[in-house]
C-alpha cells in the first residue's frame, strides 16, 4: 500500500517512494540511448541516475522494504561499470577542448597516442557497458524496482511526518560531510584552531596532491552524497539551504576537477610508458597550472566550511523545515 498520493506527501514515506520512483524513472529513460552509444551525455545522466538511486537506497534503507535484488551494493556494482566508459568519455572531452588547443604542434602529434589508445579503450569499455544492461542483475533491478512501486512495502519508521524526522535524516550525513579529513588538507592545527596555508607555491601544492589526494577525492565522494540527500528535500526548507547545496556542489565540482587531472596525468603516463614531462612539457605545465587554479578556489570554501560560526549555521539550517 502507497502511504499517500503526490498531493498529500507528509510522511517520511512519502519522500522515500518519490526518490526511488524519480531516480529509477530516470535510469531507466536513459537506458535505450545509451545502448545506440551516440551521445555521451545519455550515459552521463544514466550514471548520474544509478548514483542517486543508490544514495537514496542506501539513506532511506530505515523506513524501506526494498527486494534484495534492489540493494545499495548491486545498484554500486552497476554504476560503477557504467562509470568506466563515462570517465573515458570526460577524459577525452578534457584532452580535446581543454588541453589539446594550447599545445603546440610537436605535442599535439604526440598526444595522438594518446587518442589511439583512448579510442581502444573506449571501445572495450562500450562492449561492457552493453553487457552489464543485458545482465541478469540489472534486469532482475529493473524488474524488482518497478514491482515494489506498484506495490510499496515500508518499515514503521515510514509513518512519521517529513517535518518531525528530517533533521535527524539528515544531521548524520551533514555530520560526516563537516568532520570529514580532507578539510584538513593543507592546514596546520595552531592553538586549537585550524590554520589553512595560503599563497603555497605551486610545488607544495603537488605534493599535497600526491601525498593527500585520497582524502580530497573521499571529500568529493562524500559532498555528492550530502547534496544528492538534501536535494530531495528543497521545497520544505529555506534559501540558506539552497545556498549550502550551491557551496557543496561548487566543493564537488571543484574537488572532481582537481581528482580529474591527476587521474588524467597517470592515464597518459602508463599510455606513454613514461614521465610525461619529457614527452608533452607543455601538456604538464598546463595540468599543473589548472591545478593550481582549481587548489586556489578551493581555499576559500574549506575556510567557509572550517569557520565555527558557517558550521552553526548550516546545523540550525537543518534543524528548521519549513512549516507548511
Excluded at 151 to 174: G, N, T
Excluded at 248 to 271: A, F, P, R
Aim: avoid cysteine.
Amino acid at each position: 500500500m502507497q502511504l499517500a498520493t503526490e498531493s498529500t506527501v507528509k510522511t517520511l514515506g512519502n519522500y522515500a517512494y518519490q526518490a526511488i520512483e524519480k531516480h529509477i524513472n530516470k535510469t531507466l529513460k536513459w537506458e535505450k540511448p545509451v545502448k545506440k552509444d551516440e551521445d555521451p551525455e545519455a550515459l552521463h545522466q544514466m550514471r548520474v541516475g544509478m548514483r542517486r538511486l543508490r544514495t537514496a537506497i542506501s539513506r532511506f534503507d530505515i523506513v524501506l522494504n526494498l527486494p534484495k535484488q534492489a540493494s545499495e551494493k548491486n545498484v554500486g556494482k552497476i554504476a560503477r561499470r557504467l562509470g568506466n566508459l563515462r570517465d573515458l568519455d570526460v577524459l577525452k572531452q578534457s584532452l580535446e577542448t581543454i588541453y589539446q588547443p594550447n599545445l603546440p604542434s610537436k605535442e599535439q602529434k604526440a598526444l595522438q597516442t594518446a587518442f589511439h589508445a583512448l579510442a581502444k579503450q573506449r571501445e572495450d569499455a562500450v562492449t561492457k557497458t552493453l553487457t552489464t544492461l543485458k545482465d541478469e542483475s540489472y534486469k532482475s533491478l529493473k524488474q524488482s524496482l518497478q514491482e515494489w512501486l506498484e506495490k510499496p512495502a515500508y518499515k514503521p519508521l515510514a509513518s512519521l511526518p517529513i517535518q518531525q524526522v528530517l533533521p535527524d535524516l539528515l544531521l548524520p550525513e551533514l555530520s560526516q560531510f563537516l568532520l570529514h579529513p580532507g578539510f584538513l588538507v593543507g592546514t596546520k592545527i595552531v592553538d586549537s584552531g585550524v590554520k589553512i596555508y595560503t599563497e603555497l607555491p605551486t610545488e607544495e601544492i603537488e605534493k599535497i596532491l600526491t601525498n593527500k589526494g585520497e582524502a580530497i577525492h573521499d571529500l568529493r565522494k562524500q559532498a555528492k552524497r550530502l547534496r544528492y540527500q538534501m536535494e530531495l528535500f528543497t521545497e520544505l526548507y529555506s534559501e540558506s539551504y539552497m545556498a549550502h547545496i550551491a557551496d557543496i556542489k561548487n566543493i564537488q565540482d571543484i574537488l572532481g576537477n582537481i581528482q580529474d587531472s591527476v587521474v588524467m596525468g597517470e592515464w597518459l603516463m602508463d599510455v606513454f610508458k613514461s614521465d610525461i614531462n619529457t614527452k608533452l612539457p607543455k601538456f604538464t605545465s598546463l595540468l599543473t597550472a589548472n591545478r593550481y587554479r582549481w587548489w586556489q578556489e578551493w581555499q576559500p570554501l574549506q575556510e567557509r566550511y572550517l569557520q565555527a560560526e558557517n558550521r552553526h549555521n548550516f546545523h540550525l539550517t537543518i534543524l528548521h523545515p519549513v512549516v507548511n
